[in-house]
């Protein structure tokens, strides 16, 4: 299981694009990079996943380099609402969802 | 809706009370995973079953005791609790812990207080 490493908290303003770093520099070939979001007392939810390159969904991006050591998630135009805690795991096959300290983004008016 | 639902959200108990929380899913998933989450903390992950047969017990005491009836219902149950297991507890369910980009479903969570 990969041990993964984040800001313990970022600040940004509406409509501003959020870009959170996460290092995973002992990734193993057949993991993969997965992105949570939490609100204060809800689970965790499911925002992103990728292996390499990039992906986009309709909510976030994420940006895997070559050599996937790090992952870059990016929210745009974030908005109050996006407040939240944001986690990023990696994990292969019969790896168990371990969550690290996570990224605590707040996004102010 | 996740598709998982929790109950009960709240629950205030006693140290010497018994008591028991509920996962349930139909989402056709074969693994379901309890967490807690104590006051600014990350997740910690309990235990981990996979077609009903635990999987994973990470060091939990064993006043914490799960049950896994069949793969749409979860249960926690709490016996002789400390004050320092009061927390967010969170079920979680996926398709399977076998597959590398699984996503997993979380409930909302029951706050629980030892008093």
């Known amino acids: 299981l990969a041990k993964t490493t984040q800001p313990i908290s970022m600040d940004s303003y509406e409509g501003q694009e959020v870009n959170i770093t996460c290092s995973h520099n002992?990734?193993?070939?057949?993991?993969?990079i997965t992105w949570y979001q939490q609100f204060p007392s809800q689970g965790p939810r499911f925002i992103i996943q990728?292996?390499?390159t990039k992906v986009t969904n309709e909510v976030a991006s994420l940006f895997i380099p070559a050599d996937r050591k790090s992952s870059t998630l990016s929210l745009p135009r974030v908005s109050l609402s996006d407040t939240a805690v944001y986690y990023c795991?990696?994990?292969?096959?019969?790896?168990?969802?371990?969550f690290g300290q996570g990224t605590e983004l707040s996004v102010k008016p | 809706e996740t598709g998982v639902t929790q109950t009960p959200r709240h629950l205030v108990m006693g140290m010497t009370n018994k008591k028991s929380l509920k996962c349930e899913q139909h989402?056709?998933?074969?693994?379901m995973y309890w967490y807690k989450q104590s006051a600014k903390k990350p997740l910690e992950l309990m235990f981990v079953?996979?077609?009903?047969?635990?999987?994973e017990n990470n060091s939990v005491p064993s006043r914490f005791s799960p049950e896994c009836p069949n793969s749409s219902h979860l249960f926690l149950h709490l016996h002789t609790l400390q004050p320092e297991d009061s927390a967010l507890y969170l079920c979680a369910s996926s398709q399977g812990t076998g597959d590398a980009n699984t996503e997993a479903f979380f409930g909302q969570g029951t706050r629980l207080t030892v008093v």
């Open positions: 079953y996979s077609l009903e047969e635990r999987v």
């Open positions: 002992n990734i193993a070939t057949n993991d993969y």
């Open positions: 795991l990696a994990y292969n096959q019969g790896g168990k969802l371990i």
């Open positions: 990728g292996y390499k």
């Open positions: 989402l056709g998933h074969n693994a």
